[in-house]
């Protein structure tokens, strides 16, 4: 069993950086592809940004490629995705989530183990 706790939430300027958190229980953290996606109020939940297990091979949606970057410190077993040039598009409930997939999957189903969220408010 995996428990995911995500931190870093808050309320940001446009132009604005934050950066979130992820921390893993269990002993196992290196054994998990992890992503981070995120919901918008009446929006279904959206695939930003995945990492395999050493960090070595990194995936973004389109919404994030440039402004966003996934990392992960496995001796911390803590994923961390930076928030950069935030958009008020970019406000949303993020999740990070673990998989056992090797493959840097887009799709929320594919993860079996998920945080409680993080709110991410950006104002105009």
């Known amino acids: 069993q995996v428990q995911l706790v995500d931190i870093g939430g808050g309320l940001v300027q446009a132009g604005g950086s934050l950066r979130l958190s992820c921390a893993s229980s269990?002993?196992?953290?290196?054994?998990?592809?992890m992503g981070w996606f995120r919901q918008a109020p009446g929006k279904e939940r959206e695939f930003v940004a995945a990492?395999?297990?050493?960090?070595?091979?990194?995936r973004y949606a389109d919404s994030a490629q440039g402004r966003f970057t996934i990392s992960r410190y496995n001796a911390k077993n803590t994923v961390y995705l930076q928030l950069n040039n935030l958009k008020p598009e970019d406000t949303a409930v993020y999740y990070c989530a673990a998989t056992w997939r090797v493959v840097l999957t887009t799709l929320a189903d594919d993860y079996a183990y998920w945080g409680q969220g993080t709110q991410v408010t950006v104002s105009s």
């Open positions: 990492i395999n297990w050493s960090g070595g091979s990194t």
């Open positions: 269990g002993r196992s953290f290196t054994m998990y592809t």
